[in-house]
């Protein structure tokens, strides 16, 4: 899908954020960017969306243009919701900015509300949902255009441990049923172990990719409790205070 090759970014006043960084991402891929605070995963999502341009290497898109607005999908640590509008005119956002809306918005919308575990939700206000359930909103917004591409960065970042869980868990499914590519920031070993079939790790700024790992965990919310998670958290935890102390940092 994606060919991102020596990609560097440094911001006005000299901060490197990006070095070097040159991966491949496939159709249906669940890849987990996993590193330390300020390693610049946010910046490399932006890149990835295209909301902000390299300073030197290059992004090749599978058939030679990137995706249309609707085809990439974008999720953030805070909902984003607007306070005064329905769940569901929330989730038909996107439908306002892209033009034209397709005759059926208002059926993708439900399907999307529906997708998360929201069908009953569609009238409610942001203010009257729990943390969990507005990211749930939020996620449905990312998902209403059926993108290819869906990016998210620290999503659960902010939500209690079961909330969180039971988001993971659903966000797994819901990959397996929509088939699209889910490249997902996070700066929790256990997060990227749980969902991601390769987990990317990332060095400190600035940031470049140092190792990757790929995860062969059974299916379902049981593989939290399987031995091969432990191990692969083990694996991953390992690898990750390597690539903090040879960056001459303390690992925590
Ligand atoms: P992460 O998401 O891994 O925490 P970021 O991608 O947000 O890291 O940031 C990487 C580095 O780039 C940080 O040191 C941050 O302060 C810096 N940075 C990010 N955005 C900007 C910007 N717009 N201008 C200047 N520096 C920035
Ligand atoms: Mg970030």
Not at 97 to 120: E, F, I, N, W, Y
Not at 149 to 170: G, I, K, N, V, Y
Not at 173 to 176: I, Q, S, V
Not at 178 to 185: D, K, L, Q
């Given at each position: 899908?994606?060919?991102?090759d020596?990609?560097?970014?440094?911001?006005?006043?000299?901060?490197?954020?990006?070095?070097?960084?040159?991966?491949?991402?496939?159709?249906?891929?669940?890849?987990?960017?996993?590193?330390?605070s300020?390693?610049g995963?946010?910046?490399?999502?932006?890149?990835?969306?295209?909301?902000?341009?390299?300073?030197?290497?290059?992004?090749?898109?599978?058939?030679?243009?990137?995706?249309?607005?609707g085809?990439?999908?974008?999720?953030?640590q805070?909902?984003?919701?607007?306070?005064?509008?329905?769940?569901?005119?929330?989730?038909?956002?996107?439908?306002?900015?892209?033009?034209?809306?397709?005759?059926?918005?208002?059926?993708?919308?439900?399907?999307?509300?529906?997708?998360?575990?929201?069908?009953?939700?569609?009238?409610?206000?942001?203010?009257?949902?729990?943390?969990?359930?507005?990211?749930?909103?939020?996620?449905?917004?990312?998902?209403v255009?059926?993108?290819r591409?869906?990016?998210?960065?620290?999503?659960?970042?902010?939500?209690?441990?079961?909330?969180?869980?039971?988001?993971?868990?659903?966000?797994r499914?819901?990959?397996?049923e929509?088939?699209?590519?889910?490249?997902?920031?996070t700066?929790?070993?256990?997060?990227?172990?749980?969902?991601?079939?390769?987990?990317?790790?990332?060095?400190?700024?600035?940031?470049?990719?140092?190792?990757?790992?790929?995860?062969?965990?059974?299916?379902?919310?049981?593989?939290?409790?399987d031995?091969?998670?432990?191990?692969?958290?083990?694996?991953?935890?390992?690898?990750?205070?390597?690539?903090?102390?040879?960056?001459?940092?303390?690992?925590?």
């Open positions: 899908m994606l060919r991102l020596r990609i560097g970014r440094r911001f006005p006043g000299g901060v490197e954020a990006l070095a070097g960084i040159s991966l491949d991402l496939a159709s249906g891929d669940f890849v987990a960017l996993l590193g330390p300020g390693c995963k946010s910046t490399l999502l932006r890149l990835i969306a295209g909301l902000d341009p390299p300073d030197s290497g290059a992004l090749a898109w599978a058939g030679g243009r990137p995706p249309a607005p085809e990439i999908g974008f999720v953030f805070d909902p984003t919701l607007l306070p005064w509008a329905s769940a569901a005119a929330n989730v038909g956002l996107p439908f306002r900015l892209h033009d034209p809306a397709p005759a059926d918005a208002a059926a993708l919308v439900d399907a999307a509300l529906a997708r998360v575990g929201l069908a009953g939700f569609a009238n409610a206000r942001p203010r009257q949902l729990s943390g969990g359930m507005r990211m749930r909103v939020s996620i449905a917004r990312a998902l255009t059926r993108p591409l869906l990016l998210m960065d620290e999503p659960f970042a902010a939500l209690d441990e079961f909330t969180r869980h039971r988001l993971q868990e659903d966000l499914a819901l990959w397996r929509a088939g699209c590519t889910i490249v997902f920031v700066h929790s070993v256990y997060e990227a172990c749980f969902l991601a079939r390769r987990i990317v790790l990332m060095t400190p700024r600035p940031g470049r990719i140092a190792r990757e790992i790929t995860a062969d965990l059974p299916e379902g919310p049981a593989r939290r409790l031995p091969a998670y432990a191990t692969l958290v083990a694996t991953v935890s390992g690898a990750m205070t390597e690539v903090l102390r040879d960056a001459g940092e303390t690992a925590g």
